[in-house]
Structures are given as C-alpha cells and as structure tokens.
C-alpha cells in the first residue's frame, strides 16, 4: 500500500473512532430521511401547480378553458408541446402537463359522458397534487358549462350544431331522427324564449384522464415519499464527511500532526491526496449505506444502478473539493467549524436539503441553482426514481464534478499560501 493509502486508511479509521462525527455522517441523514419520509408520506404540494398546457383542440372552446386556467391562483401555466411537456414532468421541473384532445371544442356536454377529450400527465411522486388538479379542472368545467348554457347565442350554435348532424347521419332510423329533431327543436325554442342563466350545481362525471409519467419500460407504481428524502439525507451525509475532514485538516496542523508527516518522506500533494481520498470512500460508502437500507427497510426503488454509481461519485467528487476549501477558511478548528457549517447550510436552505425543492417558492427555486446540493438531489432522483437518460445526468453530474475540481483547486492554493 503507497503513501496515499496509507494516510486515506489512517482518515478512515479516526473517523470510524469519532462518534460525534459519525452521527452527522450517517445516523443524522438517516433520522432525517425516516422523520421526513414518514410525515410526508401521503404525499403533498405546493402553493401552486406547475403545469403544462398543449392545445390540440385549438378551438374557441378550448382557448376559453385555458384562459380560465391561467386566472386561477392555483396554477402556474406554460405553454409548451406534448413531447417537451412530458421531458419536463419526468424530470420534475413541472407537476402535470394538461393535453386539450381534438374534439374538445366540439363537445361541450362531454363532461357529463365521462368521455372528456382532455388528458392529464402527472408526476408519480405527487399523489396529492393529481388529486388537487382533478378537482381544480373540473371546476373550471363547470364554470365552461354554465356559460355555454347561460349564453343563448352559444346554445343555440350548439344546439343548431347537433341538428345539422341529425340531419346528416345516415346511421340513424327514421323514427329515431324524428324524435331527437323534436327534442333538440324543443330545447332550440326554450332557449330562445326563456331566460336560462342560472348557477350551476351538477356533478361532472369523473371523464379527465390522469395518468402517471414514466418511462415506457417502467411499470411500477408512483413513488413514496421516502423516495423524495433519501436523496436529501445523502446530501446531509456528504455535508457532515465534509466538514468533518475539513475540520481534522486543522486539527493536524494545529496539533502538530502535519508537521509531523511532512518531516518524513511524504510530500504534501500525498498528504492532501490521502485526505481527500479517505473523503471520497466516505462519501461514497456512506451513500451506498444509506441507499441500501432505504431499498430494503423503505422501498426506495433504484430505476438505474449504473447511473446511480455515477450520481454518487460526481457527488463524492463535489464535496471532496468543498471539503478542501472549507479546510482553509480559519486557523483552528472552532474558526474552520462554525464558518465551514455556515456555508454548509446555506447550501441546503438553497438547493433543498432542508424542505423539498418542489415546495419552494419559484424565486427560491431559481436561486438554488448556484447551490450544488440541488443538483446533487436532482442527479440521484434522477437516477432513483425519475428514469433519467445518460444524456439527461451529464449536466448535473458535469455541475457537480466541476464545482468539486473548483473548490479543490481554491483550497490547495490557499493551503499552499498559508503554510509558511
């Protein structure tokens, strides 16, 4: 064994002896993923629905329910088409994509057949959220219904609509024909000389299909909550590694240790080497831990184990690099402690260590992109549960690996510059 692993092995073993630290590497992420994951198990959402619109109707009918969604405070509505759409609900930066099928427009009765031409694609991971949005779409269905019926123009565009298709149908026997030209005529005169505007009460039949966006390969059943907070407690795992190695560097060098080890044949590229190493393994094997005991104890599904090993190294190789630049940011161990978990923290408040990014507020959300803890969150997600592609995790993998190689870089020369 070389110098390097010689000096990783010594890291590992005064970590195994450290009990406090041990409890912010793993028994802390873990309280945190079952105390969490067990109170938000039956699911939840935010203050307003992200979603997707895409109009295939195109129709004046159809514009009409979209202007409707988009003056309802419950919903934040963009407009893109079905493809990207569904990209985005599986990647989870949107809720729910709402489809508006040909034939909406044409059928405005339609809500009472339970044969509704509008489609729903939903996160599987917001159970509440599909709930929520069901009832909010047939509200505004009931609203679309009233005005068709208190509108007499429009009623009796509609009602002329279906008796130019009586008319045309050659299905139809002719005693049948009779009598629906009698009802609709019938209907046609009322409308013409009754006042029909009144409010609504009906039940619309449950005709809005809801259906959960996943791969085509995937047959499962939409996620658990655990599934959301394991990622968040591994992020807490790597945090604590961090400023655990970060604080012994200090330590070392306080204590005498380094000076130590740089009497003897070892060059401090070694020693950094070695530490960073001993915090890679722990990264990484912790991670493994807590993966392995949310798969067998919670049932936190793994969708691809190759891509989830890759999340987790770009993840060790980012806090590897934070560690080192936390090292140097004081000359004693209280200095480097408080400062390092400062930083630490603010990191998760803004990437969503703390309280899931899909309950933050919108400005939040944009922010949290400087915090690298959001995209260590996204690129196990989206190797856990959200079916991400190769092609889809080089970003937040190539984030990751990035702000890591950036930090190592900025702590070695600090490091350099502050030993003598």
Known sequence: MGSIGTLALKDLRLLGRDKFGLFWVLAFPLLFAIFFGSIFSGGGSGSKIKLAVVDQDSTSQSRAYIEEMQESDALAVTFLTLEEAEK???????????????????????????????????????????????????????????????????????????????????????RQRQLLKDFFGSLSNLVQEEDTSFSFKGNVAEGIKMEAVTRESDQTTPRSSFEIFFPSAIMWALLGCAATFGISIVKERTGGTYLRLRLAPISRAQILTGKGLACFISCVVVALLLMLIGRLIFGVRIDNFGLLLLAIVACGCCFVGIMMA????????????????????????????????????????????VSPIKWGILSLEGAIWRGFALSEMLLPVGVLVGVGALFFTIGVLRFRCSEF
């Not at 509108?151 to 298709?165: G, I, K, M, N």
């Not at 004693?332 to 990437?351: P, R, S």
């Open 326 to 369: 936390i090292s140097v940011l004081g000359k004693t161990e209280e200095a480097v402690g408080g400062a390092g978990w400062a930083i630490l923290l603010i990191m998760a408040m803004l990437g969503g260590g703390m309280v899931p990014i899909m309950v933050m507020p919108s400005w939040l959300q944009k922010i949290g992109v």
């Open 88 to 174: 985005r609900v599986r990647q989870g930066k949107l809720t729910a994509y709402v489809v508006l099928e040909p034939g909406f427009g044409d059928s405005p009765f339609s809500f009472f057949s339970g044969e509704v031409p509008l489609r729903v694609g939903i996160d599987p991971s917001r159970r509440a959220a599909a709930a929520y949005l069901r009832g909010i779409l047939t509200q505004l269905s009931f609203k679309q219904v009233e005005k068709l019926i208190s509108d007499r123009e429009a009623s009796q565009r509609e009602l002329d609509r279906v008796l130019a298709q009586i008319d045309t149908s050659s299905g139809l026997p002719a």
